[in-house]
């Protein structure tokens, strides 16, 4: 099984992630941290959208590779983010301007980019969406404290969170990959793990 997490920044992706991975005793893999990400990242407005959103795909498409190698070998495995499979399907859309706005120079590059990336990297057997209220995004938010969120003004994009699931959909039908949405809540991450433990167990 090859199972990947989506959600909006912020929702709990990683730390659910791993709080299964222990559960199941299953290896998750992992986006870097803020405090590891380079300086082309941390200094987007100056170095270009595009260079920051190729950086993360460096990154990200190693583990669903990884991921794919594993899943043929019968070994189940966990990746936290399934960004570069569904952003084809929102990039260049009102709320994701902050990303990267279509008046980039660079916009037609990324939007061709991506297209690709939705029709040939590695799809997951399972999709978990957390799905959550303002409010409680908010309240994420704030306790996770990231430069970037600010500085990309992130809170005042909650309806970001539609398009993502939309997308999640599209992949689910287009994709043949299970979609489960947990209404995600400001518990533990170790609660919400377990509620998709247990909606792993009803699609056995």
Do not use: N
Not at 8 to 14: N, Q
Not at 58 to 69: G, H, K, M, N, S
Not at 72 to 79: C, D, M
Not at 119 to 124: S, T
Request: net charge negative; no cysteine; hydrophobic share 40%.
């Amino acid at each position: 099984m090859f199972l990947a997490f989506s959600g909006l920044p912020s929702s709990g992706k990683s730390s659910t992630a791993r709080a299964l991975g222990r559960i199941l005793e299953i290896e998750t893999l992992l986006e870097p941290e803020e405090t590891d990400w380079p300086e082309l990242v941390r200094e987007r407005e100056t170095m270009g959208a595009f260079t920051a959103l190729t950086w993360f795909r460096t990154v990200r498409v190693p583990q669903l590779f990884i991921a794919e190698r594993k899943r043929r070998k019968g070994i189940p495995i966990i990746v936290d983010s399934y960004y570069d499979v569904l952003i084809g399907d929102y990039l260049g859309k009102a709320p994701f301007d902050w990303l990267m706005p279509t008046d980039d120079p660079y916009f037609d590059a990324a939007s061709a980019m991506v297209q690709a990336d939705w029709e040939r990297l590695p799809k997951a057997d399972v999709l978990v969406f957390l799905r959550l209220d303002e409010g409680t995004w908010t309240e994420f938010m704030k306790k996770r404290d990231r430069d970037f969120d600010r500085s990309a003004q992130l809170r005042s994009h909650f309806e970001m969170q539609d398009l993502m699931l939309e997308a999640a959909q599209r992949t689910s039908k287009e994709h043949h990959t299970k979609l489960i949405v947990i209404e995600q809540r400001a518990g533990s991450p170790e609660e919400t793990a377990r509620q998709v433990e247990r909606k792993l167990q009803e699609l056995v």
